[in-house]
C-alpha cells in the first residue's frame, strides 16, 4: 500500500507541477520525493509522472489518482485533529481565509474576543482572493473561510452570516452631492471604481454598473477598499463601499461622502465556509456564531448614523 508520506509528495507535485518546488512544499529534498514517487509507481505498477529533459507532467492516471490521494490525506488530518480535540475545545492553529474585502475591518475585534475566549486558539489569517480561497479551502491549505457568497464548490458547509448594504461614495465636492434626492436615472454615465476583476466585489460592481448605465473604469483598479476610498476623495470616480467598511476605524469616511439614492439597494451577503464532515465542524460554527453576532451588533449600533 502507498505510505501517507508518498501520497503527500503526489499531490504536492500535482499541485506545483514541478519536482523542486514540490520537494519544498513537502519538506524534502528532490531526490527523496523523485525517489518514492518512483516507488509508488513501481508499487501501484503505473506511471503517475511523466519525466523529459523538458520538465513534467501528471499522466491522466496521475491527476485521478493525486485527487484521491488528496481526499485520504484529508480524512486522516481530521482524524488526528478529532482525536487530539476530543474535547471540542478550541486550541491550536487554524488557518483562516478572508476576503481582503473583509478581514482587514472585521476581523480584528473578533479575533481580540476570540483569543480572549480561547486563548489556546491561534488563527492564521490569510487574505486572498475568494474564489482562490474556496479553492484552497477543498483542497485543505485553508480550514474555514469568511468571505463573500456565492461559495460555490459541493464539498463544503457554506453558512450563511450577514448581509450589509453597499454604499454610493464620492469626493465630497463632486457635483452630486449638491443634487437633492438622488435617484438612479441621474447615475447614467458616472464613472465608477472597483477592484481588480478577480473580485466578486469587482462582478458585483460591473453588475450595478449595468443595471444604472455607468461606466466602469478599467483603468485604475483599486488593490482594497482603502485605495478606492482614497481613489474616490481624489475625484476619480465614484466607488461602492461596505456600510461595516464605512464605519470600521480601518475604513471611515475621510474625503468622501454617501450619495443617498433613493432607489438604489444594493448589498453583499458574506458567509462562513468549512469542508464538509470536518472533524472540528463544530468548532467551526461556534466562530461562525461569534462572527454573526459582532458583525449584527456593529450592524444596528450604526444603522442610523449613514
Known amino acids: 500500500m502507498p505510505t501517507l508520506r508518498q501520497l503527500e509528495?503526489?499531490?504536492?507535485?500535482?499541485?506545483?507541477?514541478?519536482?523542486?518546488?514540490?520537494?519544498?512544499?513537502a519538506h524534502t529534498s528532490q531526490?527523496?520525493?523523485?525517489?518514492?514517487?518512483?516507488?509508488?509507481e513501481k508499487k501501484l505498477g503505473v506511471t503517475l509522472v511523466e519525466r523529459s529533459s523538458g520538465g513534467m507532467a501528471m499522466t491522466p492516471l496521475g491527476r485521478e489518482m493525486a485527487a484521491r490521494a488528496r481526499?485520504?490525506?484529508?480524512?486522516?488530518?481530521?482524524?488526528?485533529?478529532?482525536?487530539?480535540?476530543?474535547?471540542?475545545?478550541?486550541?491550536?492553529?487554524l488557518h483562516f481565509g478572508a476576503s481582503p474585502t473583509l478581514g482587514p475591518y472585521l476581523m480584528p475585534p473578533i479575533i481580540a474576543e476570540l483569543h480572549r475566549e480561547y486563548p489556546d486558539l491561534r488563527l492564521y489569517i490569510r487574505e486572498g482572493i475568494p474564489?482562490?480561497?474556496?479553492?484552497?479551502?477543498?483542497?485543505?491549505?485553508?480550514?474555514?473561510?469568511?468571505?463573500?457568497?456565492?461559495?460555490?464548490?459541493?464539498?463544503?458547509?457554506?453558512?450563511?452570516?450577514?448581509?450589509?448594504?453597499?454604499?454610493?461614495?464620492?469626493?465630497?465636492?463632486?457635483?452630486?452631492?449638491?443634487?437633492?434626492?438622488?435617484?438612479?436615472?441621474?447615475?447614467?454615465?458616472?464613472?465608477m471604481l472597483s477592484l481588480d476583476r478577480r473580485h466578486h466585489f469587482h462582478r458585483q460592481?460591473?453588475?450595478?454598473?449595468?443595471?444604472?448605465?455607468?461606466?466602469?473604469?478599467?483603468?485604475?483598479?483599486?488593490?482594497s477598499l482603502d485605495s478606492l476610498r482614497q481613489m474616490a476623495a481624489s475625484g476619480l470616480g465614484l466607488a461602492m463601499l461596505p456600510e461595516l467598511y464605512l464605519r470600521s476605524e480601518a475604513g471611515g469616511m475621510t474625503?468622501?461622502?454617501?450619495?443617498?439614492?433613493?432607489?438604489?439597494?444594493?448589498?453583499?451577503?458574506?458567509?462562513?465556509?468549512?469542508?464538509?464532515?470536518a472533524a472540528?465542524?463544530?468548532?467551526?460554527?461556534?466562530?461562525?456564531?461569534?462572527?454573526?453576532?459582532?458583525?449584527?451588533?456593529?450592524?444596528?449600533e450604526g444603522r442610523s448614523r449613514l
Not at 31 to 40: G, M
Not at 72 to 93: F, H, I, Q, Y
Not at 142 to 167: C, K, S
Open 9 to 25: 509528495y503526489l499531490v504536492a507535485l500535482a499541485d506545483l507541477q514541478h519536482f523542486g518546488r514540490a520537494a519544498a512544499a
Open 71 to 93: 481526499k485520504v490525506l484529508l480524512a486522516v488530518r481530521d482524524m488526528r485533529e478529532l482525536a487530539s480535540r476530543a474535547a471540542e475545545k478550541l486550541a491550536g492553529t
Open 31 to 40: 531526490p527523496t520525493l523523485s525517489h518514492q514517487l518512483r516507488a509508488l
Open 131 to 191: 474564489d482562490d480561497q474556496v479553492r484552497d479551502l477543498s483542497r485543505g491549505t485553508l480550514d474555514m473561510l469568511l468571505g463573500p457568497l456565492p461559495m460555490d464548490a459541493p464539498d463544503l458547509q457554506v453558512e450563511p452570516l450577514f448581509r450589509e448594504r453597499m454604499l454610493l461614495v464620492s469626493a465630497a465636492d463632486h457635483p452630486l452631492t449638491r443634487r437633492e434626492a438622488l435617484r438612479k436615472a441621474d447615475l447614467r454615465g458616472i464613472e
Open 280 to 300: 472540528l465542524a463544530a468548532s467551526y460554527r461556534r466562530i461562525a456564531e461569534h462572527i454573526r453576532a459582532r458583525a449584527g451588533s456593529l450592524l444596528d
Open 205 to 223: 460592481v460591473a453588475a450595478l454598473c449595468r443595471e444604472i448605465g455607468a461606466e466602469l473604469l478599467h483603468d485604475y483598479e483599486g488593490t
Open 255 to 277: 474625503g468622501i461622502v454617501v450619495l443617498d439614492v433613493v432607489d438604489l439597494h444594493a448589498t453583499r451577503s458574506i458567509a462562513a465556509g468549512w469542508r464538509k464532515g
